[in-house]
């Protein structure tokens, strides 16, 4: 299998506007991120994915973008930017950006004038169309509106934005959007970023005509909106192929596609061998499952993505990001078991075959906050997700309770630095409500503390540097259906390793693999020792073993 530093590399995401305030204005800047990175590098991390920081006038938090070239006031400036790239590379540490051309900002200079007329040379940047009998051009839905068609009084037409409405989409089929698109990514690359996660980008090409979903049409009860129509379509492989000819082949860097809908069919379209168009993509199906989550869909899903992949094509691992709640309230328990089901958690993330990513606070067992009214929360998605359940008939209590378990705020809490007021994070007002559990649960604390959630994630960080097995051992499942365990084998050379983690809080036994000797040296585990007796070992609840064997 072909090495690359990617592969081996543990990313680390910070969503900036919460990560560290160091100016008082209660939004996270990069002088704050700059005051952090010993804290990074003693943390192990290889790589960072900086959400955009881009000038917006931040509708949808930075994702709808006025100016690709330039640094967010509120962020901060370019020098302190390139002082940032400048310092993680001196740290053997390397940045990655989000890119976002789905769409851009209805404030971006090329909308502006695309909109102020039918002739305006930008006018075909995006996609405009005519009504049909005095409706949208279709039944399309947005993500955060009915339609995903908002109309233009001035020029008597419709544009499409698959998110908010002052998101427009880009219309990739004019090439010369293309080029745009690939004048910015060498403005990035040129600084000497060293690759970008790339935003929603298997949308980028529609469906030729534009046909009407089959979906039922979007209401104020519920929005349609339509994946399995809008991504994947024919025609994006030679998007991305083009993007790589006139781009990322004359570059050291990697790439991951956030790819909603893909199957691992698709996936080897983008990231198989040998042409390598994507480095890697992100798949929601795990995230997907929300209520219907089950251990044995999570190991199926692994197992078909490992078996599909392996060999093939690259894979990534994530359990949370900034658009998904804490990964130990969704899948582990925040309560009595939060750091031991937290290690659990990494330990998955870690040891199972693809790139790992870490969120930020993850590596402390942050969880979920509990927020009391709708106006503590600042997600635009929330508050759309909220007056639909009203206009479903759920009570404000029974639409809390939904987005107290599933909202994308859970992850974008300020990051809980240490016990003083606002967790460190600023000295100001936050612009969103700190988790009240900070002082239980913070960075301070948890650096000094060996048995903490935050050292256990630095041990299993360093694991992954010094064993290649970790990156390319072969994947071998055992008992695949069981719900209460998982348990599997990483082999590479000489070099063997049996993880085997509890899923539950009940305690449960495994029978060792007949592949596997009974003389089991751990490595590590969220246990102090190993329970193992005539070739059984016994797992505590959430308990998580490394051993090699």
């Known amino acids: 299998m072909e090495r690359f ?43 960072i994915w900086l959400n955009p920081c881009y000038p917006s006038p931040q509708v949808d938090n930075g994702y709808d973008i ?101 998101q427009p989409d880009l219309n990739w089929e004019n090439p010369k959007v293309r080029r745009e698109v690939h004048k910015i990514m060498r403005f990035w690359l040129d600084k000497g970023i060293d690759g970008f996660r790339m935003d929603v980008i298997n949308l980028v090409k529609k469906p030729e005509g534009l046909p009407d979903s089959k979906l039922p049409p979007s209401t104020k009860e519920g929005f349609s909106f339509d994946n399995e129509l809008y991504a994947n379509n024919p025609g994006l492989v030679e998007f991305f192929r083009e993007m790589k000819e006139e781009v990322l082949s004359r570059y050291d860097v990697m790439t991951v596609g956030e790819t909603a809908r893909v199957t691992p069919e698709y996936a080897l379209q983008y990231v198989g061998e040998p042409e390598r ?105 929330a508050k759309f997700d909220y007056d639909e359940m009203l206009a479903k008939g759920k009570s404000p209590e029974q639409a809390l309770a939904v987005l107290n378990r599933y909202s994308r705020d859970h992850s974008r ?69 069981r719900e209460d365990v998982y348990v599997y084998t990483r082999t590479l050379d000489d070099e063997r390793w049996l993880v085997a983690v509890n899923l539950t809080g009940t305690p449960t036994q495994v029978t060792l693999p007949g592949a596997v000797n009974g003389t089991l040296k751990r490595v590590l585990g969220n246990e102090a020792d190993l329970s193992l007796k005539d070739g059984v070992l016994t797992l505590r609840p959430w308990e998580a073993v490394i051993a090699a064997f």
């Open 413 to 481: 809490t300020p990051m809980q630095w240490d016990e003083s007021a606002n967790a460190g994070f600023t000295t100001g007002k936050p612009w969103l409500m700190v988790n009240p559990k900070y002082t239980e649960i913070n960075a301070a604390r948890q650096m000094q503390d060996e048995n903490s959630v935050w050292n256990y994630y630095r041990a299993l960080l360093a694991l992954r540097k010094e064993h290649p097995v970790m990156v390319y051992g072969e994947w071998t499942e055992y008992e695949p259906e």
């Open 66 to 166: 006025s100016d690709y070239c330039g640094i967010a006031p509120e962020f901060g400036t370019m020098e302190e930017f390139d002082t940032l790239l400048s310092e993680l590379h001196a740290r053997g540490m390397k940045l990655v950006m989000d890119l976002v051309v789905n769409h851009t900002s209805d404030q971006h200079p090329w909308f502006v004038q695309s909109r102020s007329s039918k002739d305006n040379p930008y006018r075909d940047y995006y996609i405009w169309r005519k009504g049909k009998d005095g409706a949208p051009p279709n039944n399309w839905g947005s993500h955060f509106t009915p339609s995903a068609w908002e109309y233009d009084e001035a020029t008597d037409e419709y544009y499409l934005h698959l998110f908010a409405k002052e």
């Open 5 to 47: 530093w990617w592969k081996e590399a543990v990313i680390y995401q910070i969503y900036w506007r919460s990560f560290q305030d160091s100016n008082g204005d209660g939004v996270g800047d990069l002088k704050g991120i700059l005051s952090r990175l010993d804290y990074l590098e003693k943390l192990g991390v290889t790589v």
């Open 277 to 381: 168009l994507l480095s890697m993509v992100f798949h929601f199906q795990i995230v997907d499952l929300r209520d219907n989550f089950t251990w044995g869909k999570f190991k199926a899903l692994q197992r078909k993505w490992t078996n599909a992949l392996w060999g093939k094509g690259w894979a990534s691992q994530f359990l949370q990001n900034h658009d998904q709640p804490r990964c130990v309230s969704v899948y582990g328990d925040d309560g009595k078991y939060r750091e031991k089901s937290a290690k659990m958690l990494a330990t998955l993330l870690h040891t199972l075959p693809g790139t790992p990513y870490v969120y930020q606070g993850e590596e402390l067992g942050m969880c979920n906050t509990p927020f009391t009214d709708i106006s503590q929360y600042n997600d635009i998605n």
